[in-house]
């Protein structure tokens, strides 16, 4: 089945203690791409990946890093989380950045609460 | 930046068309226009795609003028199941993708 898979669906941690969001997706997809949705803000990117070992800032890239070193993954890294890092964060890939055919496939979310 | 502006609820009965509206006033010219359904703590689905005129699928149509500085997505005969939150995602000429706050759709028994 083609799909993107996220993991952890849930997690909670402390300040400052790095953490990796693990983002795969399975239909050979160029573009990848990490958002966070917050109540009444929508969904917004942090970081995208045009091919492996090509990333880009989004609009909330603050906090955050990523890595494209193989085509299917795409790790969504906080060196040191901050309680404003409390999100649902999104994993979504599609053929290419123009969405083309069928658009992006997002992943099933990740919960993450900073305490 | 493609920015994309919907109304932010909208409440409809069961077995009613429904039509959202989004405008997007920096399409680019060679790019899809595409709308998303959201149910809460899941990610954005693939509802319906197109670049002009009209496009039907088994859940929805879309509707797109000439100009495409809009679009409209009209849901047939909507059950208790499509109460959800839709988005319409755009680029702009500089590749850049910006999902609105979208749709918040009500369906009433």
């Known amino acids: 089945e083609a799909q993107v898979t996220q993991n952890p669906r849930y997690l909670i941690t402390v300040t400052g203690k790095k953490l990796t969001v693990t983002c795969s997706q399975n239909?050979?997809?160029?573009?990848m791409s990490w958002y966070r949705q917050d109540p009444g803000l929508g969904l917004r990117q942090i970081y995208y990946?045009?091919?492996?070992?090509?990333?880009d800032k989004g609009d909330v890239p603050e906090g955050y890093k990523v890595s494209r070193k193989e085509k299917r993954n795409f790790p969504l890294i906080l060196e040191s989380p901050s309680p404003n890092q409390t999100s649902l964060y999104f994993c979504a890939s599609s053929l290419s950045p123009r969405q083309g055919r069928d658009g992006y496939t997002f992943g099933s979310g990740t919960r993450l609460t900073v305490v | 930046l493609a920015k994309t502006t919907q109304p932010i609820s909208m409440d409809s009965y069961e077995g009613q068309e429904v039509n959202i509206t989004c405008s997007h006033n920096?399409?680019?010219?060679?790019?899809?226009i595409t709308w998303y359904q959201q149910f809460p703590s899941q990610g954005p689905r693939f509802i319906i795609q197109?670049?002009?005129t009209k496009v039907t699928n088994e859940v929805a149509s879309l509707f797109i003028p000439a100009d495409r500085k809009s679009s409209t997505l009209s849901l047939p005969r909507v059950s208790l199941s499509d109460t959800a939150v839709y988005y319409c995602?755009?680029?702009?000429?500089?590749?850049?993708?910006?999902f609105g706050t979208g749709t918040r759709l009500k369906v009433l028994a």
């Open positions: 239909m050979n997809h160029e573009y």
């Open positions: 995602l755009v680029g702009d000429p500089l590749d850049k993708y910006i």
């Open positions: 197109g670049y002009k």
């Open positions: 990946s045009m091919n492996v070992e090509v990333t």
């Open positions: 920096n399409i680019a010219t060679n790019d899809y």
